[in-house]
């Protein structure tokens, strides 16, 4: 479905809004109420119980959706929240899941600790190849969750093709909704929907929002009854958004596609001054020519997003010790569990986000105790790669650097 219409730009600062029809207002008023009065029986003005709807958080959703050429989003209270009710939307008794191995480890506690035992089965798989996504099908498959680029090694799935294995494989009775978590770099970096999923999936908490002031999350799709079923399953379970909330979320979002572009080239400018020193190791981060997938993020990706991870070499204590230094010593940078805000943020995702994974698994997964995942934000690069610098010198003490080696991209 190609964008048509007004630019990125204008539908982040525009799309589904008007101005206040009361008082003219140009921004969304926060409609902080429980419930509205009604005309009369059976006849109200939109909205009746702020459980099921409210004019601030239907004023996101329209934002949201805009910005991915769809109908209005379905806005929850956290990004989990928006998975928990995408997943009962879309599965039965006995339903099946085909996920990726590489995703946020929340989304691996809910399938293994909460869905398992009420009978709802997951396979994970490698999905960088998509004839593993299409081997996982079974007849109770009711959704195939893919995550792209992963938390935390950035791994990507080609959608395109991973919709066509799906879509061709003939195994499901009934086509399984494919979801892809855009969190990492949201409709401005990459449009799952025009590739071919069914749905994406958001923490708004993160990019979308971009201040660290919410928590949130967000279900788009093109589908008006897949919408109104989450709809139905948002209302049932009591996960909305909160209105204030949601305002702001719609105010940090007028500024996503501005916000994006310069955490991608500030990310980029530290992805390449790290890959270039001798006392780290690999560095992920799909702009990087030296990336596994590089070539699938030029074709997918319109940019790679402001959160990047790698390893340190290590000093005396090995890799793992040296690591957990360098996060400990950073000063600029905050130790912090989350991503995609100005505040440029590090984060240990083998005993932090990625904690409840076993640790063969994470380790085989490449999230090991020595991976360092690094959310950019909106400093000035030289200050970034100055405070990564100092710590990478009491990490690392006696390892050889470049010297005068200037401290730019």
């Known amino acids: ?3 048509s219409g007004p630019g990125l730009g204008t539908r982040a600062v525009r799309g589904g809004q008007t101005p206040d029809p009361a008082t003219g207002s140009i921004l969304t008023p926060i409609h902080q109420t429980a419930t509205y009065v009604q005309r009369r029986v059976g006849e109200h003005r939109g909205h009746t119980y702020s459980r099921a709807s409210n004019p601030t958080v239907s004023a996101l959703e329209a934002n949201l959706g805009a910005i991915e050429s769809a109908s209005p989003a379905v806005c929850f209270a956290t990004g989990l929240a928006a998975e928990h009710a995408l997943f009962l939307s879309a599965l039965e008794r006995g339903g099946h899941v085909v996920c990726a ?3 946020y480890g929340g989304t691996h506690r809910l399938l293994r600790h909460v869905l398992a035992p009420l009978g709802i089965g997951a396979t994970f798989v490698d999905a960088t190849d998509p004839a593993n ?8 498959t009711g959704l195939v969750f893919l995550e792209t680029p992963a938390n935390p090694t950035l791994v ?4 395109a093709a991973a919709c066509r294995a799906v879509r061709s494989s003939g195994v499901p009775e009934r086509p399984p909704v494919i979801a892809v978590d855009n969190t990492f770099l949201t409709a401005v970096g990459q449009r799952p929907l025009d590739l071919g999923a069914d749905v994406s999936v958001y923490s708004t908490t993160k990019h979308i929002e971009g201040h660290n002031a919410t928590v949130g999350g967000a279900l788009v799709s093109r589908d008006e009854g897949r919408l109104d079923r989450l709809r139905f399953v948002r209302k049932t379970v009591g996960s909305i958004q909160a209105p204030h909330d949601a305002w702001l979320t719609l105010r ?3 500024t996503l596609p501005i916000r994006l572009r310069q955490h991608s080239e500030n990310a980029g400018i530290v992805a390449r001054w790290l890959e270039r020193d001798p006392r780290v190791g690999v560095v992920h981060y799909p702009g990087l020519a030296s990336f596994a997938q590089h070539e699938l993020a030029r074709r997918q990706h319109t940019l790679h997003g402001g959160v990047l991870s790698f390893t340190v070499r290590g000093g005396a204590g090995g890799g793992d010790e040296a690591g957990r230094t360098l996060i400990e010593s950073l000063s600029l940078i905050s130790l912090a569990e989350s991503l995609g805000a100005v505040e440029s943020l ?5 005993s932090m986000t990625h904690g409840d994974i076993p640790g063969a698994e994470r380790d085989r997964l490449g999230i090991t105790d020595g991976l360092v995942r690094l959310s950019v934000g909106l400093e000035d690069p030289v200050d970034l790669i100055e405070d990564l610098d100092r710590a990478l010198s009491i990490a690392c003490p006696g390892a050889s650097r470049p010297l005068g080696r200037p401290i730019t991209a």
């Open 101 to 103: 191995e590489v995703c």
């Open 1 to 3: 479905m190609p964008v």
């Open 252 to 254: 940090g979002l007028k």
């Open 156 to 159: 990507l799935t080609d959608i």
């Open 346 to 350: 590090v984060t240990h995702p083998a």
């Open 133 to 140: 996504i299409a081997r996982a099908l079974t007849p109770a």
